[in-house]
């Protein structure tokens, strides 16, 4: 029977791989973690995960809306094991959220009013135009970076957001960055957390640390994050400080819809709570949840394969992005790079971006990301994403764009 099933997945593997070489469209948009390292890398031990029918029903019941204990101590738990150990969290600081989507959203209600604004690095993720602003009706205000110091985070970009959004009165009530950067791939420097602290204490506001990649990135010690800060500062000003994350990318679980507010304020861990009743995870999924993360042998085996294998798949589409010419930002997270097509543009204009976007989608049926889509004040730089498909997929997306560059230098 094994060898049967061997046969037939290797028979339904080579049809696929027929089935990309036509023209059909490929799609690297997706910031979404399907390499199967969640059930293929690991020897996960299933019968611990075996429910009874008494469990089954007690969970069918009405829960504290605040979360499982069980599910928010192993989540704190997983939160500190991604960072190295070099941060603790209490389980009893951790908020339940139906994904960072809501989690961001949530924040966004609780710290900001309607015609507020936040501050936000670009280039950022294009979804936070929609979660921090449809509903809440708080503005963004960009923080502009450059490639000419790889997109760092400056004392100087910070002060003159802040001054724009002085210019037309709009008050600022806090900072939003990703970490590590999406769309850019990787990890803000420690330095350049220790500067925006001190930005956000100066003015008195809050800063929000999405860290829903914090797991994707290549090494642990690659990755700084504010908890680590805050508990260097022996807490001091922490209660302005507040950290997203969830599992949809570390593990590849976005259909689940687990996500989390982490705050050092008390107030914010108390309105979120309330709150949250509007975004609750089911019991069952949280029960399930703290089974997995509990068995600290699956955790750290999967986490040390994830990072290698998100790293193998990088070094291999900048590789072959870098045999043609393309450079890409030198990353060291996530699930995607941050590619340098400036070069083709006859313009350096948002126009002549978007038209060589649409050049390779219809040309050679890639579709990525424009850097405007992310904000990004630079024209010319896509983000590809690489954990989104099989290895297969992947070379023939590289195949293809190879042949596009090759006309393009012909």
Not at 35 to 64: G, H
Not at 128 to 157: E, K, M, Y
Not at 192 to 200: C, G
Not at 388 to 408: C, D, G, P, W, Y
């Amino acid at each position: 029977m094994t060898i049967e099933i061997e046969r037939s997945s290797v028979v339904y593997q080579r049809s696929q791989y027929q089935k990309l070489t036509a023209r059909n469209h490929l799609t690297l948009l997706a910031g979404e973690h399907t390499m199967k390292t969640l059930m293929t890398s690991c020897v996960i031990p299933l019968e611990s995960y075996r429910w009874d029918l008494q469990k089954i029903r007690e969970n069918a019941l009405f829960q504290d809306y605040h979360g499982l204990q069980a599910f928010r101590t192993a989540m704190a738990s997983f939160m500190e094991q991604i960072r190295g150990g070099r941060a603790k969290f209490d389980p009893d600081r951790v908020v339940i959220t139906a994904g960072a989507t809501a989690a961001n959203e949530l924040l966004t209600f609780i710290l900001a009013d309607p015609g507020d604004a936040l501050l936000i690095p670009t280039p950022y993720y294009p979804g936070f135009d929609r979660d921090l602003r449809w509903r809440t009706g708080v503005n963004i205000v960009s923080v502009h970076c450059d490639s000419s110091n790889d997109f760092d985070i400056t004392p100087q970009a910070l002060e003159a957001a802040y001054r724009e959004a002085e210019s037309k009165n709009v008050k600022v009530r806090g900072m939003l960055v990703t970490n590590p950067s999406n769309p850019l791939g990787i990890t803000i420097k420690r330095s350049t957390l220790e500067d925006i602290l001190d930005f956000v204490t100066r003015k008195n506001i809050h800063l929000v640390s999405d860290e829903i990649f914090s797991g994707s990135a290549f090494s642990s010690e690659d990755f700084v994050s504010v908890a680590e800060i805050v508990e260097a500062r022996n807490f001091e000003d922490s209660e302005r400080v507040h950290i997203v994350y969830s599992l949809s990318k570390d593990l590849g679980l976005p259909g689940f819809r687990v996500g989390t507010v982490y705050s050092y304020n008390d107030k914010v861990v108390i309105t979120a709570r309330r709150m949250s009743s509007f975004t609750l995870i089911s019991s069952q999924t949280q029960h399930l949840l703290a089974l997995m993360l509990s068995d600290k042998r699956f955790t750290e085996n999967y986490i040390k394969t994830n990072r290698q294998r998100l790293k193998k798949r990088y070094q291999m589409i900048v590789d072959g992005l870098k045999s043609v010419g393309i450079e890409c930002l030198r990353g060291n997270a996530g699930l995607f790079c941050w590619m340098n097509l400036s070069s083709l543009l006859e313009k350096p204009t948002k126009e002549q971006e978007l038209a060589l976007w649409k050049l390779i989608l219809h040309e050679v049926k890639i579709n990525i990301s424009p850097g405007s889509s992310c904000h990004c004040s630079e024209p010319g730089w896509f983000r590809v994403c690489f954990a989104n498909m099989s290895e297969q997929t992947l070379k023939v997306a590289l195949r293809r764009i190879h042949e596009f560059m090759e006309r393009r230098t012909a």
